[in-house]
């Protein structure tokens, strides 16, 4: 047999997509650096998680149980859910990703937003499919325009809510009706990563939605007020016949058991994260409020980050802000692929690393804090 190509050849799409870039975390030269670019708690994890980890170290030559039971009845116990409904991934990330594998092939559409997390669009088009992108409203996720672009060939839409980069969220009435007017055979995505630190009357993070419907789920994550990013552990709530195809699909074992003790224990300590909620807030309005008296724009964050707008000035845009903090050893987070050429997006860290954010930025707008 004689063949065309002498070289394995990617499905088409494949090479069209720009590969996730994570948040920078080196600041040459300088010796202290402060990594607000990933939007990681700067508390770390519960130490009763630290010690669920070690304790687990103590049996790695066995295979981690393969439905996670351990960590899928600690979640349902604490959100008070049934546990056939809920899926745990390696991260929120992987559950994304098996979506768009499950639900979409060449031909469909999925609808992502202007300024959405990349990886929708990534795994969209790693299906197969092809990404819709509807604008936004005030850096704000706007339901008609979800509406206005469904047709025929729509398949599944992703609304982060918080959204990243953005810090913005849409109330639950505005979910409510995105839903009820979707085909019900379109999958509505409601990723809830920074669910944790909402505290507003009209905020859901997708539960009943979830429950009285069966073309919603909702995802989640460990990685932010959890602060257990390194292990890698997502789950999602969702009705059964998604849960069971998803199943057919994922990893044998897609958590390791490290995760599986680590998150079962952190999710247990919902102290802790009251904690992490109770710092985290605290600084959003401190930073908001400074870095407003600094004549620098912030968009209003629910989140655990902030997207602070630079002035349309030589030596005063984003790009400039970037390099000063940078060798200060304040590591923010550029977001020109996020349609924001002018900004940049901030984890709350220490108050330490907020202070000193605070004051390099006062020097660089020429205003002392
Ligand atoms: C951080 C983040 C996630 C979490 O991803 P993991 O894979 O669970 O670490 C998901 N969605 C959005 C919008 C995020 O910002």
Redesign the pocket.
């Known amino acids: 047999m004689s063949f065309v190509v002498n070289e394995p050849v990617p499905r088409p799409g494949i090479l069209d997509i720009a590969a996730y870039v994570p948040g920078k975390e080196h600041a040459p030269g300088v010796a202290r650096v402060f990594k607000l670019s990933s939007?990681e708690t700067p508390l770390g994890p519960s130490p009763k998680a630290i010690e669920a980890f070690k304790h687990a170290a103590e049996h790695l030559e066995l295979y981690p149980d393969g439905q996670a039971n351990e960590l899928r009845n600690a979640i349902a116990a604490v959100h008070g859910l049934n546990p056939a409904n809920i899926l745990c991934g390696n991260?929120?990330?992987e559950l994304l990703g098996l979506l768009c594998h499950v639900y979409l092939g060449p031909g469909d559409e999925g609808i992502i937003t202007e300024h959405g997390?990349l990886?929708y669009k990534i795994q969209i088009m790693g299906a197969g499919a092809t990404p819709v992108v509807v604008k936004e409203k005030d850096a704000t996720v706007d339901v008609d325009a979800i509406l206005a672009a469904v047709t025929e060939k729509t398949k599944i839409v992703f609304l982060?809510n918080p959204a990243?980069p953005t810090g913005t969220y849409v109330p639950v009435s505005e979910i409510r009706r995105l839903q009820a007017a979707l085909p019900r055979h379109v999958v509505l995505v409601l990723?809830a990563?920074y669910a944790e630190y909402v505290r507003r009357n009209d905020y859901e993070a997708g539960l009943e939605l979830v429950s009285a419907n069966r073309n919603v789920v909702m995802t989640r994550?460990f990685?932010?007020a959890y602060g257990l990013?390194a292990l890698?552990i997502?789950w999602m709530y969702a009705p059964a016949a998604v849960v069971d195809a998803l199943n057919r699909v994922r990893g044998p074992f897609n958590l390791n058991a490290p995760a599986i003790a680590a998150g079962a224990a952190a999710v247990r300590d919902q102290g802790f994260i009251e904690k992490a909620v109770e710092h985290n807030n605290l600084w959003l309005d401190k930073l908001t409020h400074a870095l407003e008296t600094l004549g620098l724009r912030v968009t209003p964050s629910v989140a655990n980050f902030l997207l602070i707008h630079f002035p349309e000035v030589d030596g005063k845009r984003a790009e400039d802000a970037d390099a000063f903090l940078t060798s200060r050893g304040y590591i923010l987070r550029a977001v020109k692929g996020y349609g924001f050429p002018n900004a940049l997006r901030m984890t709350v860290g220490t108050e330490e690393a907020n202070r000193g954010v605070i004051e390099a930025l006062g020097e660089f707008m020429g205003r002392p804090a």
Do not use: I
Request: net charge neutral; proline share 0%; no cysteine.
């Open positions: 939007n991260g929120s990330d997390f990886v982060a990243n990723d990563a994550t990685s932010k990013a890698r997502g």
